[in-house]
């Protein structure tokens, strides 16, 4: 029932420390809490990305106080520099960079797949040549395992074989299936960590990725395997966003709605702009994340309710106004379009951190209307209001 409150159900965890509670609901849509060893996470959510821990121009007090309640940070790029080994050494990702608040890691198969030409994949994993220095290296499920162990995050992620997004059936079933694969693996790797870890250590969990390109039928054979496997934490929907179109992904994410289960904790990968995120939370996704605030902030573009703002574009020089009138950020409480675009224009380092101050805030705020809407049964008309509003708003144009 649209809008209906929820009594609240409880996803109970194998892995102590991590809860999920659903308190209402709105068709697919949900509000609910992610409880992780390092805090709770009211969702929806979206996770600002912190690839090399730290998310661009901006301190993690910043981020706790625009509502930031988790981040994610990327096993690829830590893995290359500084290492595992130096974060494992100076107290884990938390202690390292400073934010007491939950964390994300992804696998970085993302980042493999977007290494065209220098890398390999086999049925053991990924050969990749780093971005950095040229040098080989080797990702299995277990070796993932184990850089994600040493980063110390709360949420730790699969190694999955991610594809184009308009792949053809045969190409997308091989990936998915070896995804499948690879997660038994990592699975392995995981539990005899867990077996192996001294019984006052932080616990950590892992999220399986649910693969299958946009053929329905491949979401749901991957979904109903992961699922025989047995009990998991919370779910990932990943290879979205990655060239297929925006009626795909949306029919995608019904499809894996229905084929996931609903006490479990939804997170769909690398999707973080303002419509997609409320259409994803129309489709039942409860975590999000994106590099897209951060670097759209650092090249002069901003996220607000009436579309997106260019602010290096002349006819914001004498404008007075906040990006966002309805925004209660510190860079629209203070600072006005003009200052802004003056700022880009004269390549002052500010005007990178005040925007991407913005997005985040935007975001996360986002997030927070839609947990109210969906507590309070107004979430149906709220959304369809504010995607129309987006979408018609003439700061969009250039």
Partial sequence: MTGAPAARRTGASDVPGFEFSVHATAGAARAGTFTTPHGDVPTPAFMAVGTLATVKTLDPAELRAVGAAMILANTYHLHLRPGEDVVRALGGLHRFMQWDGPILTDSGGFQVFSLEGMRRVTEDGVEFRSHIDGSTRFFTPERVIEIQRDLGADVVMQLDHVIPGQAELSDARDASERSVRWLARCRSAWESHRASTASDATPQTLFPIVQGGIHPSLRREAAKAIQDMGSWTGYAVGGLSVGESKTDTYAI??????????????????????????????????????????????????????????????????????????????????????????????????????????????????????????????????????????????????
């Fill in 253 to 398: 994410l019904d499809v894996t709605n229905d084929a996931l289960p609903r006490d479990r904790p939804r997170y769909l990968m690398g999707v973080g702009f303002p419509d997609d995120l409320v259409e994803g939370v129309r489709r039942g996704v409860d975590l999000f994340d994106c590099v897209a605030p951060t670097r759209m902030g650092r090249t002069g573009t901003a996220f607000t309710n009436d579309g997106r703002v260019n602010v290096r574009n002349a006819r914001w020089r004498l404008d007075p106004r906040p990006l966002d009138p309805d925004c209660m950020c510190s860079t629209c409480r203070r600072f006005s379009r003009a200052y802004i675009r003056h700022l880009f224009a004269a390549d002052e380092v500010l005007g990178l951190r005040l925007l991407s101050l913005h997005n985040v805030h935007f975001l996360v705020s986002l997030m927070g209307a839609a947990q109210l809407a969906i507590a309070e049964g107004a979430f149906d008309g709220w959304s369809r209001e504010w995607l129309s509003r987006y979408h018609s708003g003439s700061t969009t144009k250039p």
